[in-house]
């Protein structure tokens, strides 16, 4: 639908990875937020996730 009444609208949803590709499965369970702001006719948003120690150190070792 078509938002009515304002041009600023924004939202906040909670998420769990629940799939991922071989390099990320570590990534599977983790929770995060997600926060969504629309502006005129564009989407903005933010996901933020809490990695235990382990995971972050994984992800950051991860080659292209």
């Known amino acids: ?3 009515e009444k304002s ?5 906040i949803a909670y998420n769990v990875i629940i799939g991922a590709t071989s390099k990320l499965k570590g990534l ?3 929770k ?11 989407i903005f948003g933010l996901n933020k ?16």
């Open 49 to 64: 996730c809490d990695l235990a120690d382990n995971i972050t150190k994984e992800m950051m070792s991860l080659k292209d």
């Open 1 to 3: 639908g078509i938002r």
């Open 7 to 11: 041009d600023v609208d924004a939202g």
């Open 32 to 42: 995060c937020t997600t926060s969504v702001r629309y502006f005129d006719d564009a």
């Open 28 to 30: 599977i369970g983790t």
